[in-house]
Protein backbone atom coordinates (compact mmCIF):
# COMPACT_ATOMS: atom_id res chain seq x y z
CA UNK A 1 0.00 0.00 0.00
CA UNK A 2 1.06 3.67 -0.70
CA UNK A 3 2.08 4.93 3.29
CA UNK A 4 -0.52 7.49 3.83
CA UNK A 5 0.97 11.06 5.27
CA UNK A 6 -0.41 12.10 8.86
CA UNK A 7 -2.16 15.25 9.16
CA UNK A 8 -0.10 18.34 7.17
CA UNK A 9 3.13 18.84 9.17
CA UNK A 10 4.07 22.90 9.42
CA UNK A 11 7.55 23.86 10.53
CA UNK A 12 7.14 24.62 14.04
CA UNK A 13 5.70 21.53 14.96
CA UNK A 14 8.25 19.09 12.92
CA UNK A 15 11.10 21.48 14.71
CA UNK A 16 9.41 20.46 18.40
CA UNK A 17 9.49 17.35 17.35
CA UNK A 18 13.71 16.84 16.41
CA UNK A 19 14.55 19.82 19.07
CA UNK A 20 15.09 16.69 21.69
CA UNK A 21 17.93 15.35 19.09
CA UNK A 22 19.23 18.77 18.57
CA UNK A 23 19.31 19.61 22.30
CA UNK A 24 21.76 17.20 23.23
CA UNK A 25 24.01 18.79 21.12
CA UNK A 26 23.17 22.40 22.79
CA UNK A 27 27.17 23.02 23.38
CA UNK A 28 28.09 22.21 19.32
CA UNK A 29 25.17 24.36 18.65
CA UNK A 30 25.82 27.53 20.29
CA UNK A 31 29.23 27.43 19.44
CA UNK A 32 27.76 27.16 15.29
CA UNK A 33 25.14 29.93 16.27
CA UNK A 34 28.14 32.51 17.77
CA UNK A 35 30.57 31.63 14.00
CA UNK A 36 27.61 32.27 12.28
CA UNK A 37 27.01 35.46 13.50
CA UNK A 38 30.50 36.74 13.39
CA UNK A 39 29.98 35.45 9.35
CA UNK A 40 26.89 37.75 9.39
CA UNK A 41 28.89 40.49 11.29
CA UNK A 42 31.78 40.20 8.91
CA UNK A 43 29.52 40.35 5.88
CA UNK A 44 27.75 43.18 6.71
CA UNK A 45 31.23 44.81 7.24
CA UNK A 46 32.59 44.35 3.84
CA UNK A 47 30.24 47.32 1.97
CA UNK A 48 31.05 49.39 4.53
CA UNK A 49 34.80 49.26 4.51
CA UNK A 50 34.36 49.45 1.01
CA UNK A 51 32.45 53.07 1.03
CA UNK A 52 35.21 53.94 3.55
CA UNK A 53 37.96 52.79 1.20
CA UNK A 54 36.23 54.83 -1.63
CA UNK A 55 35.75 58.21 -0.17
CA UNK A 56 39.15 58.10 0.98
CA UNK A 57 40.81 57.49 -2.58
CA UNK A 58 38.45 60.16 -3.58
CA UNK A 59 40.10 63.36 -1.50
CA UNK A 60 43.54 64.30 -3.66
CA UNK A 61 46.10 63.94 -2.25
CA UNK A 62 45.39 60.31 0.16
CA UNK A 63 47.89 59.74 2.75
CA UNK A 64 48.90 55.73 1.33
CA UNK A 65 48.46 54.69 5.00
CA UNK A 66 45.12 54.94 5.38
CA UNK A 67 43.93 53.42 2.28
CA UNK A 68 46.52 50.28 3.11
CA UNK A 69 44.68 49.96 6.28
CA UNK A 70 41.42 49.48 4.81
CA UNK A 71 42.40 47.50 2.53
CA UNK A 72 43.60 44.95 4.72
CA UNK A 73 40.45 44.98 6.87
CA UNK A 74 38.72 44.77 3.58
CA UNK A 75 40.32 41.64 2.76
CA UNK A 76 40.04 40.11 6.46
CA UNK A 77 36.69 40.91 6.56
CA UNK A 78 36.36 38.72 3.52
CA UNK A 79 38.16 35.77 4.71
CA UNK A 80 36.41 35.82 8.26
CA UNK A 81 33.21 35.67 6.16
CA UNK A 82 34.27 32.52 5.12
CA UNK A 83 36.19 31.43 7.59
CA UNK A 84 33.21 31.42 10.39
CA UNK A 85 30.87 30.03 7.71
CA UNK A 86 33.08 27.15 7.07
CA UNK A 87 34.12 26.45 10.71
CA UNK A 88 30.11 26.41 11.38
CA UNK A 89 29.82 23.89 9.23
CA UNK A 90 32.59 21.80 10.52
CA UNK A 91 31.00 22.66 14.17
CA UNK A 92 27.70 21.40 13.05
CA UNK A 93 28.34 18.79 10.43
CA UNK A 94 28.09 16.01 13.24
CA UNK A 95 24.44 17.39 14.85
CA UNK A 96 22.96 17.34 11.48
CA UNK A 97 24.11 13.64 10.42
CA UNK A 98 23.62 12.11 14.09
CA UNK A 99 20.04 13.60 14.22
CA UNK A 100 19.13 12.18 10.73
CA UNK A 101 20.66 8.98 11.96
CA UNK A 102 18.58 8.86 15.19
CA UNK A 103 15.53 9.74 13.67
CA UNK A 104 15.73 7.44 10.94
CA UNK A 105 16.48 4.34 13.44
CA UNK A 106 13.91 5.38 15.34
CA UNK A 107 11.60 4.82 12.03
CA UNK A 108 13.57 1.77 11.33
CA UNK A 109 13.03 0.34 15.24
CA UNK A 110 9.04 1.47 15.37
CA UNK A 111 8.70 -0.03 11.50
CA UNK A 112 10.33 -3.34 13.53
CA UNK A 113 7.91 -3.34 15.71
CA UNK A 114 4.49 -3.04 13.97
CA UNK A 115 2.16 -5.44 13.41
CA UNK A 116 2.36 -8.35 10.91
CA UNK A 117 -1.06 -7.09 9.26
CA UNK A 118 0.83 -3.62 8.78
CA UNK A 119 3.76 -5.52 6.75
CA UNK A 120 1.49 -7.98 4.95
CA UNK A 121 -0.09 -4.82 3.79
CA UNK A 122 2.49 -2.36 2.70
CA UNK A 123 4.72 -2.30 -0.34
CA UNK A 124 8.50 -2.51 0.72
CA UNK A 125 10.00 0.04 -2.20
CA UNK A 126 7.80 2.56 -0.98
CA UNK A 127 8.21 2.15 2.95
CA UNK A 128 11.96 2.11 2.07
CA UNK A 129 11.90 5.52 -0.20
CA UNK A 130 9.90 7.26 2.11
CA UNK A 131 12.18 6.63 5.08
CA UNK A 132 15.12 7.25 2.70
CA UNK A 133 13.71 10.85 1.85
CA UNK A 134 12.65 11.76 5.19
CA UNK A 135 16.04 10.96 6.76
CA UNK A 136 17.60 13.30 3.96
CA UNK A 137 14.80 15.76 5.03
CA UNK A 138 15.35 16.10 7.96
CA UNK A 139 19.13 17.49 8.13
CA UNK A 140 18.54 19.74 5.72
CA UNK A 141 15.05 21.13 7.24
CA UNK A 142 17.48 21.86 10.89
CA UNK A 143 20.61 23.28 8.75
CA UNK A 144 18.09 25.51 6.34
CA UNK A 145 15.68 26.79 9.16
CA UNK A 146 18.55 27.62 11.80
CA UNK A 147 21.70 28.10 9.81
CA UNK A 148 19.93 29.90 6.65
CA UNK A 149 16.66 31.84 7.38
CA UNK A 150 17.50 32.86 10.67
CA UNK A 151 20.79 34.14 9.72
CA UNK A 152 19.22 35.96 6.51
CA UNK A 153 16.65 37.60 8.96
CA UNK A 154 19.83 38.98 11.18
CA UNK A 155 21.36 40.43 7.98
CA UNK A 156 17.93 42.28 7.07
CA UNK A 157 17.97 43.73 10.19
CA UNK A 158 21.73 45.29 10.25
CA UNK A 159 21.41 46.30 6.76
CA UNK A 160 18.26 48.10 7.51
CA UNK A 161 19.16 49.76 11.10
CA UNK A 162 22.41 50.82 9.07
CA UNK A 163 20.66 52.38 6.53
CA UNK A 164 18.11 53.91 9.28
CA UNK A 165 21.07 55.46 10.74
CA UNK A 166 23.07 56.92 7.87
CA UNK A 167 20.71 57.74 5.33
CA UNK A 168 16.94 59.43 5.23
CA UNK A 169 14.26 56.96 5.54
CA UNK A 170 13.09 56.60 2.12
CA UNK A 171 16.42 54.04 1.82
CA UNK A 172 14.64 52.15 4.24
CA UNK A 173 10.97 52.06 3.01
CA UNK A 174 12.11 50.96 -0.57
CA UNK A 175 14.22 48.22 1.06
CA UNK A 176 11.76 46.54 3.07
CA UNK A 177 9.26 47.31 0.36
CA UNK A 178 11.61 45.17 -1.99
CA UNK A 179 11.86 42.55 0.45
CA UNK A 180 8.31 42.40 1.21
CA UNK A 181 7.36 42.07 -2.08
CA UNK A 182 10.17 39.24 -2.72
CA UNK A 183 9.33 37.73 0.13
CA UNK A 184 5.11 37.44 -0.05
CA UNK A 185 5.81 36.86 -4.13
CA UNK A 186 8.18 33.72 -3.52
CA UNK A 187 6.06 32.31 -1.11
CA UNK A 188 2.80 32.40 -2.68
CA UNK A 189 4.22 30.86 -5.86
CA UNK A 190 5.99 28.37 -3.76
CA UNK A 191 2.69 27.44 -2.43
CA UNK A 192 1.30 27.21 -5.78
CA UNK A 193 4.63 25.00 -6.57
CA UNK A 194 3.75 22.23 -4.02
CA UNK A 195 1.27 20.49 -5.89
CA UNK A 196 3.50 19.70 -8.66
CA UNK A 197 6.20 18.10 -6.23
CA UNK A 198 3.34 16.39 -4.30
CA UNK A 199 3.00 14.96 -7.63
CA UNK A 200 6.20 14.31 -8.54
CA UNK A 201 6.76 12.44 -5.04
CA UNK A 202 4.07 10.27 -4.88
CA UNK A 203 4.60 9.51 -8.55
CA UNK A 204 8.54 8.56 -7.60
CA UNK A 205 6.94 6.60 -4.87
CA UNK A 206 4.76 4.26 -6.67
CA UNK A 207 7.74 3.60 -9.81
CA UNK A 208 9.73 2.83 -6.80
CA UNK A 209 7.29 0.47 -5.31
CA UNK A 210 6.62 -1.02 -8.40
CA UNK A 211 10.09 -1.56 -9.48
CA UNK A 212 11.19 -3.21 -6.57
CA UNK A 213 7.73 -5.49 -6.58
CA UNK A 214 8.73 -6.79 -10.01
CA UNK A 215 12.12 -7.10 -9.32
CA UNK A 216 11.80 -9.48 -6.07
CA UNK A 217 9.25 -11.51 -8.21
CA UNK A 218 12.18 -11.84 -11.23
CA UNK A 219 11.26 -15.68 -11.83
CA UNK A 220 7.52 -15.35 -12.13
CA UNK A 221 7.61 -12.06 -14.49
CA UNK A 222 9.73 -14.70 -16.29
CA UNK A 223 7.34 -18.04 -15.70
CA UNK A 224 4.68 -15.56 -17.59
CA UNK A 225 6.72 -14.04 -20.24
CA UNK A 226 5.04 -10.27 -18.37
CA UNK A 227 8.06 -8.57 -19.18
CA UNK A 228 6.48 -6.03 -21.35
CA UNK A 229 3.56 -6.05 -19.19
CA UNK A 230 5.54 -5.05 -15.91
CA UNK A 231 7.47 -2.06 -18.46
CA UNK A 232 4.39 -0.94 -18.94
CA UNK A 233 3.34 -0.89 -15.37
CA UNK A 234 6.44 0.80 -14.22
CA UNK A 235 6.73 3.70 -17.30
CA UNK A 236 2.74 4.27 -16.37
CA UNK A 237 4.32 5.65 -13.36
CA UNK A 238 7.10 7.46 -14.78
CA UNK A 239 5.17 9.53 -17.33
CA UNK A 240 3.37 10.54 -14.02
CA UNK A 241 6.81 11.42 -12.58
CA UNK A 242 8.08 12.53 -16.33
CA UNK A 243 4.92 15.13 -15.82
CA UNK A 244 4.68 16.39 -12.50
CA UNK A 245 8.56 17.39 -12.99
CA UNK A 246 8.33 19.20 -16.11
CA UNK A 247 5.42 21.07 -14.17
CA UNK A 248 7.75 21.55 -11.49
CA UNK A 249 10.84 22.97 -13.42
CA UNK A 250 8.57 25.39 -15.55
CA UNK A 251 6.92 26.98 -12.97
CA UNK A 252 10.53 27.38 -11.56
CA UNK A 253 11.15 29.16 -14.12
CA UNK A 254 8.05 31.56 -13.50
CA UNK A 255 9.35 32.47 -9.72
CA UNK A 256 13.08 33.22 -10.77
CA UNK A 257 12.07 35.60 -13.33
CA UNK A 258 9.71 37.22 -10.72
CA UNK A 259 12.39 37.37 -8.26
CA UNK A 260 14.66 38.68 -10.16
CA UNK A 261 12.26 40.99 -11.24
CA UNK A 262 11.56 42.26 -7.77
CA UNK A 263 15.33 43.06 -7.07
CA UNK A 264 15.71 44.52 -10.38
CA UNK A 265 13.14 47.23 -9.45
CA UNK A 266 13.95 48.16 -5.83
CA UNK A 267 17.67 47.79 -6.65
CA UNK A 268 16.80 50.72 -9.39
CA UNK A 269 15.18 52.42 -6.95
CA UNK A 270 17.70 52.94 -4.38
CA UNK A 271 20.29 53.86 -6.73
CA UNK A 272 18.10 56.80 -8.16
CA UNK A 273 17.54 58.37 -4.46
CA UNK A 274 21.61 57.25 -4.13
CA UNK A 275 22.43 59.32 -6.98
CA UNK A 276 19.99 62.14 -6.70
CA UNK A 277 21.86 62.75 -3.07
CA UNK A 278 25.22 62.14 -4.76
CA UNK A 279 24.29 65.00 -7.25
CA UNK A 280 22.60 67.28 -4.37
CA UNK A 281 26.05 66.60 -2.38
CA UNK A 282 24.26 65.10 0.58
CA UNK A 283 25.94 61.87 0.24
CA UNK A 284 29.92 60.52 -1.16
CA UNK A 285 30.45 58.35 -3.92
CA UNK A 286 31.06 55.66 -1.37
CA UNK A 287 27.51 55.93 0.43
CA UNK A 288 26.35 55.41 -3.68
CA UNK A 289 28.41 52.36 -3.49
CA UNK A 290 27.09 51.70 -0.13
CA UNK A 291 23.60 51.68 -0.79
CA UNK A 292 24.35 49.33 -4.07
CA UNK A 293 26.19 46.61 -2.39
CA UNK A 294 23.67 46.08 0.32
CA UNK A 295 20.83 45.76 -1.99
CA UNK A 296 23.10 43.24 -3.59
CA UNK A 297 24.17 41.53 -0.90
CA UNK A 298 20.95 41.14 0.54
CA UNK A 299 19.65 39.88 -2.92
CA UNK A 300 22.03 37.05 -2.64
CA UNK A 301 20.86 34.95 0.52
CA UNK A 302 17.17 36.26 -0.31
CA UNK A 303 17.50 34.29 -3.08
CA UNK A 304 19.10 31.62 -1.15
CA UNK A 305 15.86 32.56 0.85
CA UNK A 306 13.02 31.46 -1.79
CA UNK A 307 15.03 28.85 -2.74
CA UNK A 308 15.41 27.38 1.11
CA UNK A 309 11.78 28.25 1.38
CA UNK A 310 11.08 25.76 -1.22
CA UNK A 311 13.25 23.49 -0.12
CA UNK A 312 11.76 23.38 3.60
CA UNK A 313 8.45 22.77 2.02
CA UNK A 314 9.61 19.53 0.29
CA UNK A 315 11.72 18.22 3.26
CA UNK A 316 8.04 18.70 4.98
CA UNK A 317 6.20 16.43 2.52
CA UNK A 318 9.21 14.27 2.78
CA UNK A 319 9.36 14.16 6.65
CA UNK A 320 5.18 13.91 6.68
CA UNK A 321 5.29 10.43 4.94
CA UNK A 322 7.99 9.36 7.52
CA UNK A 323 6.03 10.88 10.49
CA UNK A 324 3.17 9.08 8.88
CA UNK A 325 5.22 5.95 9.69
CA UNK A 326 5.72 7.14 12.81
CA UNK A 327 2.56 7.58 13.44
CA UNK A 328 1.17 4.17 12.82
CA UNK A 329 -0.53 2.93 15.92
CA UNK A 330 1.55 -0.88 17.42
CA UNK A 331 -0.77 -3.25 17.40
CA UNK A 332 0.75 -5.27 20.14
CA UNK A 333 2.20 -4.02 22.43
CA UNK A 334 3.63 -4.59 25.86
CA UNK A 335 2.70 -3.23 29.09
CA UNK A 336 5.11 -0.94 30.51
CA UNK A 337 6.17 -3.41 34.08
CA UNK A 338 6.00 -6.35 31.42
CA UNK A 339 8.47 -9.00 32.97
CA UNK A 340 10.35 -11.30 31.03
CA UNK A 341 9.08 -14.45 30.45
CA UNK A 342 10.23 -17.30 33.16
CA UNK A 343 10.74 -20.18 31.08
CA UNK A 344 10.50 -23.46 33.70
CA UNK A 345 9.78 -26.43 31.15
CA UNK A 346 8.03 -24.56 28.20
CA UNK A 347 4.51 -25.53 28.78
CA UNK A 348 2.03 -24.05 26.30
CA UNK A 349 -1.67 -23.81 26.83
CA UNK A 350 -4.12 -22.26 24.22
CA UNK A 351 -7.08 -21.83 26.29
CA UNK A 352 -10.23 -21.29 24.41
CA UNK A 353 -8.86 -18.92 21.97
CA UNK A 354 -11.14 -16.70 19.72
CA UNK A 355 -9.23 -14.86 17.00
CA UNK A 356 -9.80 -13.13 13.30
CA UNK A 357 -7.96 -11.14 11.47
CA UNK A 358 -11.11 -9.63 10.09
CA UNK A 359 -14.25 -9.44 12.54
CA UNK A 360 -16.86 -10.44 9.96
CA UNK A 361 -14.17 -13.34 9.18
CA UNK A 362 -13.38 -15.24 12.27
CA UNK A 363 -10.47 -17.66 12.27
CA UNK A 364 -10.61 -19.33 15.12
CA UNK A 365 -13.29 -20.34 17.60
CA UNK A 366 -13.15 -21.73 21.00
CA UNK A 367 -9.67 -23.36 19.89
CA UNK A 368 -8.43 -25.12 23.29
CA UNK A 369 -4.83 -27.72 23.90
CA UNK A 370 -1.66 -28.12 25.70
CA UNK A 371 1.53 -29.26 25.11
CA UNK A 372 3.03 -30.72 27.93
CA UNK A 373 6.66 -29.27 28.57
CA UNK A 374 9.18 -31.77 26.44
CA UNK A 375 6.30 -33.16 24.34
CA UNK A 376 5.08 -32.56 20.30
CA UNK A 377 1.71 -31.87 19.20
CA UNK A 378 0.79 -31.78 15.62
CA UNK A 379 -2.48 -29.81 13.99
CA UNK A 380 -3.58 -30.71 10.73
CA UNK A 381 -6.49 -29.91 8.54
CA UNK A 382 -7.66 -28.56 5.19
CA UNK A 383 -6.22 -25.11 3.93
CA UNK A 384 -7.31 -22.12 5.75
CA UNK A 385 -8.19 -23.95 8.79
CA UNK A 386 -6.13 -21.94 10.85
CA UNK A 387 -2.91 -23.98 11.36
CA UNK A 388 -0.62 -21.14 10.81
CA UNK A 389 -2.56 -18.80 12.63
CA UNK A 390 -1.67 -21.44 15.82
CA UNK A 391 2.27 -19.93 15.36
CA UNK A 392 1.13 -16.49 14.34
CA UNK A 393 -0.62 -16.69 18.16
CA UNK A 394 2.06 -17.89 20.00
CA UNK A 395 5.10 -15.53 18.47
CA UNK A 396 2.49 -12.90 19.61
CA UNK A 397 2.43 -11.25 16.31
CA UNK A 398 -1.01 -10.77 16.39
CA UNK A 399 -3.15 -10.35 20.01
CA UNK A 400 -6.01 -13.28 20.29
CA UNK A 401 -9.61 -11.86 20.02
CA UNK A 402 -10.61 -14.01 23.03
CA UNK A 403 -9.11 -16.40 25.47
CA UNK A 404 -5.48 -16.48 26.06
CA UNK A 405 -1.96 -18.54 25.47
CA UNK A 406 -0.14 -19.27 28.08
CA UNK A 407 3.46 -20.59 28.40
CA UNK A 408 4.35 -21.76 31.94
CA UNK A 409 1.16 -20.76 33.13
CA UNK A 410 1.93 -16.82 32.31
CA UNK A 411 -0.29 -15.07 29.67
CA UNK A 412 2.01 -13.81 26.77
CA UNK A 413 0.29 -10.60 26.73
CA UNK A 414 1.39 -10.29 30.37
CA UNK A 415 5.21 -10.87 29.06
CA UNK A 416 7.76 -8.71 27.08
CA UNK A 417 7.58 -9.73 23.37
CA UNK A 418 11.61 -9.83 22.95
CA UNK A 419 11.70 -12.50 25.65
CA UNK A 420 8.64 -14.67 24.64
CA UNK A 421 10.09 -14.99 20.59
CA UNK A 422 13.76 -15.79 22.43
CA UNK A 423 12.19 -18.75 23.53
CA UNK A 424 10.45 -20.10 20.08
CA UNK A 425 12.37 -20.73 17.41
CA UNK A 426 10.80 -21.72 14.24
CA UNK A 427 11.69 -23.84 10.96
CA UNK A 428 8.78 -22.29 8.29
CA UNK A 429 7.87 -23.99 5.30
CA UNK A 430 9.19 -20.94 2.94
CA UNK A 431 12.88 -20.60 4.39
CA UNK A 432 13.92 -16.93 3.69
CA UNK A 433 17.72 -16.33 4.26
CA UNK A 434 19.32 -12.73 4.04
CA UNK A 435 21.14 -12.00 1.02
CA UNK A 436 24.43 -12.75 2.95
CA UNK A 437 26.35 -15.61 3.87
CA UNK A 438 25.43 -18.82 4.81
CA UNK A 439 27.63 -17.75 7.73
CA UNK A 440 25.66 -14.87 8.61
CA UNK A 441 22.55 -16.58 8.00
CA UNK A 442 23.28 -19.35 10.71
CA UNK A 443 24.61 -16.77 13.20
CA UNK A 444 21.46 -14.70 12.98
CA UNK A 445 20.20 -17.59 15.35
CA UNK A 446 22.29 -15.77 17.97
CA UNK A 447 24.41 -13.18 16.37
CA UNK A 448 27.23 -12.75 19.92
CA UNK A 449 27.58 -16.88 19.46
CA UNK A 450 31.19 -18.15 18.35
CA UNK A 451 32.43 -19.33 15.53
CA UNK A 452 32.80 -22.87 17.06
CA UNK A 453 29.49 -22.62 18.12
CA UNK A 454 28.32 -21.88 14.60
CA UNK A 455 29.75 -25.20 12.93
CA UNK A 456 28.53 -27.35 15.76
CA UNK A 457 24.84 -26.16 15.06
CA UNK A 458 25.86 -26.48 11.17
CA UNK A 459 27.13 -30.33 11.71
CA UNK A 460 23.94 -30.86 13.77
CA UNK A 461 21.96 -29.79 10.94
CA UNK A 462 23.65 -32.16 8.43
CA UNK A 463 24.70 -28.93 6.73
CA UNK A 464 28.62 -28.26 7.78
CA UNK A 465 29.99 -30.81 5.37
CA UNK A 466 28.12 -29.44 2.29
CA UNK A 467 28.74 -25.47 3.25
CA UNK A 468 32.69 -26.58 3.29
CA UNK A 469 32.56 -28.31 -0.06
CA UNK A 470 31.56 -24.48 -1.44
CA UNK A 471 34.40 -22.75 -3.12
CA UNK A 472 33.56 -20.06 -0.50
CA UNK A 473 32.77 -22.16 2.57
CA UNK A 474 30.39 -20.14 4.79
CA UNK A 475 31.38 -17.31 3.26
CA UNK A 476 29.22 -18.21 0.05
CA UNK A 477 26.33 -15.58 -0.15
CA UNK A 478 22.95 -17.33 -0.87
CA UNK A 479 21.44 -14.42 -2.96
CA UNK A 480 17.95 -12.52 -2.25
CA UNK A 481 16.00 -14.54 -0.29
CA UNK A 482 18.66 -17.47 -0.78
CA UNK A 483 17.47 -18.59 -4.36
CA UNK A 484 20.65 -19.94 -4.90
CA UNK A 485 19.90 -22.47 -2.76
CA UNK A 486 17.84 -25.67 -3.25
CA UNK A 487 14.70 -25.90 -1.09
CA UNK A 488 16.55 -28.78 1.43
CA UNK A 489 20.01 -26.32 1.50
CA UNK A 490 18.00 -24.11 3.03
CA UNK A 491 15.74 -26.08 5.19
CA UNK A 492 19.05 -27.44 6.51
CA UNK A 493 20.46 -23.63 7.07
CA UNK A 494 17.01 -22.77 8.85
CA UNK A 495 17.39 -25.56 11.45
CA UNK A 496 21.62 -24.92 11.98
CA UNK A 497 19.85 -21.40 12.74
CA UNK A 498 16.78 -22.68 15.31
CA UNK A 499 19.40 -24.90 16.90
CA UNK A 500 21.80 -22.09 17.75
CA UNK A 501 18.99 -20.35 18.88
CA UNK A 502 18.25 -23.31 21.40
CA UNK A 503 14.81 -22.32 22.26
CA UNK A 504 12.97 -23.96 24.44
CA UNK A 505 9.85 -24.10 22.23
CA UNK A 506 10.01 -25.74 18.78
CA UNK A 507 7.52 -24.36 15.91
CA UNK A 508 7.89 -26.45 12.26
CA UNK A 509 4.82 -24.87 10.03
CA UNK A 510 4.90 -27.27 7.47
CA UNK A 511 8.57 -27.07 7.40
CA UNK A 512 8.89 -29.73 4.74
CA UNK A 513 5.93 -29.41 2.60
CA UNK A 514 7.95 -28.21 -0.16
CA UNK A 515 10.23 -30.53 -0.60
CA UNK A 516 10.60 -33.92 -2.83
CA UNK A 517 10.00 -37.20 -0.60
CA UNK A 518 13.55 -38.76 -0.06
CA UNK A 519 14.93 -34.60 1.40
CA UNK A 520 11.95 -34.50 3.31
CA UNK A 521 12.28 -38.55 4.80
CA UNK A 522 16.23 -37.02 5.78
CA UNK A 523 14.95 -33.72 7.15
CA UNK A 524 12.44 -35.32 9.15
CA UNK A 525 14.68 -37.58 10.78
CA UNK A 526 17.07 -34.16 11.63
CA UNK A 527 13.46 -32.28 13.08
CA UNK A 528 12.96 -35.24 15.30
CA UNK A 529 16.48 -35.05 16.49
CA UNK A 530 15.81 -31.29 17.70
CA UNK A 531 12.48 -31.78 18.71
CA UNK A 532 13.52 -34.37 21.37
CA UNK A 533 13.35 -32.78 25.10
CA UNK A 534 11.65 -29.64 23.73
CA UNK A 535 8.06 -28.56 23.49
CA UNK A 536 6.91 -29.02 19.75
CA UNK A 537 3.86 -27.46 17.93
CA UNK A 538 4.13 -28.99 14.06
CA UNK A 539 1.58 -27.61 11.85
CA UNK A 540 1.62 -30.51 9.20
CA UNK A 541 -0.09 -30.66 5.87
CA UNK A 542 1.36 -34.37 5.06
CA UNK A 543 0.00 -36.56 7.88
CA UNK A 544 3.30 -39.61 6.97
CA UNK A 545 5.25 -36.85 8.95
CA UNK A 546 3.65 -36.84 12.40
CA UNK A 547 2.31 -40.12 13.19
CA UNK A 548 4.86 -39.78 16.25
CA UNK A 549 3.54 -37.15 17.93
CA UNK A 550 2.49 -37.04 21.23
CA UNK A 551 -1.24 -35.99 20.30
CA UNK A 552 -3.05 -34.63 17.36
CA UNK A 553 -5.47 -32.12 16.83
CA UNK A 554 -7.56 -32.01 13.68
CA UNK A 555 -8.97 -28.29 13.15
CA UNK A 556 -12.05 -27.38 10.61
CA UNK A 557 -13.48 -23.87 10.24
CA UNK A 558 -10.99 -22.80 13.11
CA UNK A 559 -12.70 -25.88 15.46
CA UNK A 560 -10.71 -28.61 16.56
CA UNK A 561 -12.82 -31.65 15.49
CA UNK A 562 -10.91 -34.61 16.60
CA UNK A 563 -7.88 -35.01 19.07
CA UNK A 564 -5.79 -37.83 20.02
CA UNK A 565 -2.66 -40.10 18.75
CA UNK A 566 -2.37 -41.38 15.27
CA UNK A 567 -3.42 -44.67 16.37
CA UNK A 568 -6.89 -43.54 18.29
CA UNK A 569 -7.82 -41.32 15.16
CA UNK A 570 -7.07 -44.11 13.08
CA UNK A 571 -9.88 -46.13 15.28
CA UNK A 572 -12.33 -43.46 15.05
CA UNK A 573 -12.47 -43.37 11.17
CA UNK A 574 -13.07 -39.76 11.20
CA UNK A 575 -12.07 -36.61 9.50
CA UNK A 576 -8.25 -38.04 10.26
CA UNK A 577 -8.52 -41.11 9.03
CA UNK A 578 -10.10 -39.91 5.83
CA UNK A 579 -7.61 -37.47 5.51
CA UNK A 580 -4.71 -40.39 6.22
CA UNK A 581 -6.55 -42.93 3.45
CA UNK A 582 -6.54 -40.09 1.17
CA UNK A 583 -3.04 -39.03 1.07
CA UNK A 584 -2.28 -42.88 0.90
CA UNK A 585 -3.46 -43.36 -1.85
CA UNK A 586 -2.30 -40.22 -3.38
CA UNK A 587 1.47 -41.42 -3.05
CA UNK A 588 0.48 -45.12 -3.83
CA UNK A 589 0.93 -44.61 -7.75
CA UNK A 590 4.35 -42.86 -6.93
CA UNK A 591 5.84 -45.27 -4.61
CA UNK A 592 4.94 -47.90 -7.50
CA UNK A 593 6.44 -45.94 -9.77
CA UNK A 594 9.73 -45.08 -8.10
CA UNK A 595 9.81 -49.22 -7.17
CA UNK A 596 9.40 -49.79 -11.25
CA UNK A 597 12.36 -47.22 -11.64
CA UNK A 598 14.58 -49.08 -9.03
Known sequence: MNTRPSAPTHTLSVLRRLWPEVWRYRRRVAAALLLLVAAKLANVGVPLVMKDLIDRLDLAPAPL?????????????????????????????????????N??????????????????????GGVARDVERGMTATSDLLDWT???????????????????????????????ATLVAYIVFTFAVTEWRMRWYRAANTADTEANERAVDSLLNYETVKYFGNERHEFARYDASLIKLEEATVRSLKTLAVLNVGQAGIVAVGLTLLLWRAAAGVVAGTMTLGDFVLVNAFLLQLSVPLNYLGMVYRQVKQALINI???????????????????????????????????????????????????????????????????????????FRFYDVGGGRITIDGQDIREVRQDSLRAAIGIVPQDTVLFND?????????????????????????????????????YETTVGERGLKLSGGEKQRVAI????????????????TSALDTRTEKIIQGELAEIAEHRTT??????????????????????????????????????????????QQREQSPAVEETAVQV
Open 65 to 101: LVPLGLLLAYGALRLSTSLFQELRQIVFARVLARTSR
Open 103 to 124: ITLRVFEHLHSLSLRFHLDRRT
Open 146 to 176: IYTILPTLLEIALVCGILIARFDWTFTAITL
Open 320 to 394: ERMFGLLAEAREVEDAPDAPPLAVRGGEVRFEQVDFAYDAARPILRGVDFRIPAGHTLAVVGTTGAGKSTLARLL
Open 437 to 473: TIYYNIAYGRPDASREEIFAAARAAHVHAFIESLPQG
Open 496 to 511: ARTLLKNPAILVFDEA
Open 537 to 582: LIIAHRLSTIVHADQILVLEHGRVVERGTHEQLLAERGRYAHLWNL
